[in-house]
């Protein structure tokens, strides 16, 4: 026992001491203090010549990066996502133990053949010239320096590398179930994000993207009779055609060896998709903001629908940039190819069949804001990205529906304030003791349905309840402070918090403590009420774990209504009223007590009802108990 006593504060004595080293500027550990988000930057030029026949492409790559960081830098990283469509492959395994499997994977990347399993093989790297040593493990490429990239420097990196797209199983690869060639998603070795928190070298198991912001120049050689959409500008439109060219020009295609050369640029994202398919037709729309939208799809599939969402999507960037921020590029294309739904900068591919293509373009197309221009780490905040672009599209969609069906925006009433977006999923989730804490890692979640319902419902449910509590109007303004304050510098979840409470003058961290790294619900009751001459007692009751400021309506049998309501004393203030009904403030609600007691100035005799948060926007698992009602068994007699 004397040994391992002495043993431990030696231990910890050696700690200390390496702990102090650092912080004086001696170890690995010290970096300089800097007080503002600072990004990476980055340039690709590339280009690949496509045989369609091997389903194999061979690359070369210059890549210039400036290291704005405060650190040197004595190792980067790059994904190798084809990597990860081989038998043994993380994503594999994962694929294969999991208790409730991807059903687009399953054994899929298991049983695929040579000719149809993935791979990135790089065949020379340079730093400046000079060859460097690398190992690729799994889908990371680790590359080490000899010589450390300083603050503030800017390198080059010249690579050659082929690829075998595999056959379409998660988002990348040939001949989906639509018969599209080719969803060319992850396709190049792409350099891993170093942030504030260090390098973000995950290797492909299953989600979510983290990248650099930078500018694309990219050259695409295929087949003449292939078409080509997605991210970037079209630079050759007029040794293309394919419908690229503007009515009245005239198309002279440059084609040498059967092939033409796509020549694409894109500024200031942080990934570059393309589809390509020798049946795809194209269309294209200028929304009155001078927006070009492109539609991409085979021939003669669902045309009707194709049509249809063209109007639609018109609708959607109108709402959006005027909701959510502007939308800074010129282009976004719709495009069918992959394996569902998915996002990439200034682009979309989904599959093309289903009945309607407006519910997954809205949803897809918000993660432009969410995942492309706020950029923050999917892999880490994935509720972020998911849960937020499905609020936006619950948002959106009612716009769509009202405006198409020439309907008016409705009054606003108690009962329909703001909406309980990913509300229902999120309940059930919570109920079914599957649920993880939102600070999960994306691919770390013990089942695929719990980060679903997480990340798209727990998500959601994140920002239509913070509607609760700051109030309607105020999380309208805090979505576009959120969006300037922080596009293109990958928010994380203070940040977009804070955005809030600049806007709302609120105290807010309690919300992501709970809400975020905590599975504690929210269970509110109405426990007693009791009249007393003239005036009628109220007693609520907090039963779940997470605290809340309480919206409380009565209803008088002669149909009037009053809203009294109860901030929580951390919140240091209130939200506003959000309807014009009387309003009545009570003192605040300190967290620590299980139960409040109000008084109401009416007889209990002219009481139809009493109900905590008719709108429906706090996420209470059990609403049951959320109402008194005259001829309910909580009536006192």
Same mark, same amino acid.
């Given at each position: 026992?004397?040994?391992?006593?002495?043993?431990?504060?030696?231990?910890?004595?050696?700690?200390?001491?390496?702990?102090?080293?650092?912080?004086?500027?001696?170890?690995? =550990?010290?970096?300089?203090?800097?007080?503002?988000?600072?990004?990476?930057?980055?340039?690709?030029?590339?280009?690949?010549?496509?045989?369609?026949?091997?389903?194999?492409?061979?690359?070369?790559?210059?890549?210039?990066?400036?290291?704005?960081?405060?650190?040197?830098?004595?190792?980067?990283?790059?994904?190798?996502?084809?990597?990860?469509?081989?038998?043994?492959?993380?994503?594999?395994?994962?694929?294969?133990?999991?208790?409730?499997?991807?059903?687009?994977?399953?054994?899929?990347?298991?049983?695929?053949?040579?000719?149809?399993?993935?791979?990135?093989?790089?065949?020379?790297?340079?730093?400046? @010239?000079?060859?460097?040593?690398?190992?690729?493990? /799994?889908?990371?490429?680790?590359?080490?320096?000899? *010589?450390?990239?300083?603050?503030?420097?800017?390198?080059?990196?010249?690579?050659?590398?082929?690829?075998?797209?595999?056959?379409?199983?998660?988002?990348?690869?040939?001949?989906?179930?639509?018969?599209?060639?080719?969803?060319?998603?992850?396709?190049?070795?792409?350099?891993?994000?170093?942030?504030?928190?260090?390098?973000?070298?995950? !290797?492909?198991?299953?989600?979510?993207?983290?990248?650099?912001?930078?500018?694309?120049?990219?050259?695409?050689?295929?087949?003449?009779?292939?078409?080509?959409?997605?991210?970037?500008?079209? *630079?050759?439109?007029? !040794?293309?055609?394919?419908?690229?060219?503007?009515?009245?020009?005239?198309?002279?295609?440059?084609?040498?060896?059967?092939?033409?050369?796509?020549?694409?640029?894109?500024?200031?994202?942080?990934?570059?998709?393309?589809?390509?398919?020798?049946?795809?037709?194209?269309?294209?729309?200028?929304?009155?903001?001078?927006?070009?939208?492109?539609?991409?799809?085979?021939?003669?599939?669902?045309?009707?629908?194709?049509?249809?969402?063209?109007?639609?999507?018109?609708?959607?960037?109108?709402?959006?940039?005027?909701?959510? /921020?502007?939308?800074?590029?010129?282009?976004?294309?719709?495009?069918? @190819?992959?394996?569902?739904?998915?996002?990439?900068?200034?682009? #979309?591919?989904?599959?093309?069949?289903?009945?309607?293509?407006?519910?997954?373009?809205?949803?897809? =197309?918000?993660?432009?804001?969410?995942?492309?221009?706020?950029?923050?780490?999917?892999?880490?905040?994935?509720?972020?990205?998911?849960?937020?672009?499905?609020?936006?599209?619950?948002?959106?969609?009612?716009?769509?529906?009202?405006?198409?069906?020439?309907?008016?925006?409705?009054?606003?009433?108690?009962?329909?304030?703001?909406?309980?977006?990913?509300?229902?999923?999120?309940?059930?989730?919570?109920?079914? @003791?599957?649920?993880?804490?939102?600070?999960?890692?994306?691919?770390?979640?013990?089942?695929?349905?719990?980060?679903?319902?997480?990340?798209?419902?727990?998500?959601?449910?994140?920002?239509?309840?913070?509607?609760?509590?700051? @109030?309607?109007?105020?999380?309208?303004?805090?979505?576009?402070?959120?969006?300037?304050?922080?596009?293109?510098?990958?928010?994380?979840?203070?940040?977009?918090?804070?955005?809030?409470?600049?806007?709302?003058?609120?105290?807010?961290?309690?919300?992501?403590?709970?809400?975020?790294?905590?599975?504690?619900?929210?269970?509110?009751?109405?426990?007693?009420?009791?009249?007393?001459?003239?005036? #009628?007692?109220?007693?609520?009751?907090?039963?779940?774990?997470?605290?809340?400021?309480?919206?409380?309506?009565? #209803?008088?049998?002669?149909?009037?209504?009053?809203?009294?309501?109860?901030?929580?004393?951390?919140?240091?203030?209130?939200?506003?009223?959000?309807?014009?009904?009387?309003?009545?403030?009570?003192?605040?609600?300190?967290?620590?007590?299980?139960?409040?007691?109000?008084?109401?100035?009416?007889?209990?005799?002219?009481?139809?009802?009493?109900?905590?948060?008719?709108?429906?926007?706090?996420?209470?698992?059990?609403?049951?108990?959320?109402?008194? !009602?005259?001829?309910?068994?909580?009536?006192?007699?």
């Amino acid at each position: 026992m004397t040994k391992k006593i002495g043993s431990y504060f030696l231990s910890m004595a050696l700690l200390m001491f390496s702990l102090q080293a650092c912080s004086q500027g001696n170890g690995p =550990a010290a970096t300089k203090p800097d007080n503002e988000r600072w990004q990476q930057a980055i340039e690709y030029k590339m280009e690949i010549d496509m045989d369609v026949k091997t389903n194999r492409f061979q690359g070369v790559q210059n890549v210039k990066y400036t290291n704005n960081s405060p650190d040197a830098l004595d190792q980067v990283f790059y994904h190798l996502y084809f990597n990860a469509f081989q038998p043994g492959s993380m994503m594999d395994v994962r694929s294969r133990t999991i208790a409730d499997p991807d059903r687009r994977v399953r054994d899929r990347i298991f049983n695929l053949k040579e000719d149809e399993i993935g791979y990135q093989k790089i065949k020379s790297l340079k730093l400046n @010239g000079k060859p460097v040593k690398y190992e690729v493990v /799994g889908t990371v490429l680790e590359v080490q320096l000899d *010589q450390p990239i300083a603050p503030g420097s800017t390198v080059d990196f010249d690579m050659e590398f082929e690829a075998q797209v595999p056959v379409q199983i998660r988002r990348t690869g040939r001949d989906n179930a639509e018969g599209v060639r080719y969803s060319m998603a992850q396709w190049f070795p792409k350099m891993a994000e170093y942030d504030y928190q260090g390098w973000h070298a995950d !290797e492909y198991i299953g989600r979510e993207f983290y990248g650099v912001w930078g500018n694309f120049d990219v050259k695409i050689k295929i087949d003449k009779d292939y078409l080509i959409g997605g991210t970037g500008y079209l *630079q050759n439109p007029l !040794e293309i055609g394919h419908g690229y060219e503007n009515e009245g020009e005239t198309v002279n295609q440059k084609v040498e060896n059967g092939k033409l050369t796509w020549h694409f640029v894109a500024p200031n994202v942080h990934d570059f998709m393309w589809a390509a398919d020798p049946d795809y037709t194209h269309k294209k729309l200028t929304t009155k903001d001078g927006l070009e939208l492109h539609f991409i799809h085979k021939k003669g599939q669902n045309e009707e629908n194709w049509n249809k969402v063209m109007p639609q999507t018109e609708m959607l960037f109108e709402y959006a940039s005027k909701h959510f /921020g502007k939308y800074p590029y010129k282009q976004f294309s719709v495009i069918q @190819g992959g394996d569902g739904g998915m996002e990439y900068p200034m682009s #979309t591919l989904i599959t093309g069949s289903r009945g309607s293509l407006i519910g997954v373009t809205v949803h897809e =197309a918000m993660h432009d804001w969410y995942h492309g221009i706020l950029g923050s780490n999917e892999a880490l905040h994935p509720w972020m990205d998911e849960g937020f672009a499905s609020y936006a599209s619950t948002r959106i969609m009612d716009y769509i529906n009202r405006k198409t069906k020439g309907e008016s925006e409705p009054e606003v009433t108690l009962e329909n304030l703001g909406n309980n977006s990913g509300q229902r999923s999120y309940v059930g989730l919570s109920k079914s @003791g599957r649920e993880e804490p939102l600070s999960t890692h994306s691919d770390h979640y013990n089942l695929n349905g719990a980060y679903s319902s997480s990340a798209y419902g727990k998500g959601a449910a994140w920002m239509s309840q913070l509607g609760y509590v700051i @109030g309607e109007k105020n999380l309208d303004k805090g979505l576009l402070t959120y969006f300037e304050d922080w596009k293109f510098k990958h928010p994380n979840p203070n940040d977009v918090l804070r955005s809030f409470e600049k806007v709302s003058g609120l105290e807010l961290d309690w919300y992501n403590e709970y809400f975020v790294y905590t599975t504690k619900s929210i269970d509110y009751g109405v426990k007693e009420v009791k009249g007393e001459g003239n005036k #009628t007692n109220v007693t609520l009751e907090r039963v779940g774990m997470m605290p809340m400021p309480m919206d409380v309506v009565v #209803t008088y049998k002669d149909g009037t209504k009053e809203v009294h309501y109860m901030a929580l004393r951390m919140m240091r203030g209130e939200k506003p009223a959000e309807t014009q009904d009387k309003r009545i403030v009570h003192p605040d609600w300190a967290w620590v007590s299980p139960t409040y007691d109000f008084t109401i100035d009416r007889p209990m005799a002219d009481i139809a009802s009493i109900e905590i948060d008719p709108s429906g926007r706090m996420a209470d698992v059990e609403r049951g108990n959320n109402k008194w !009602e005259v001829n309910s068994l909580k009536t006192n007699k």
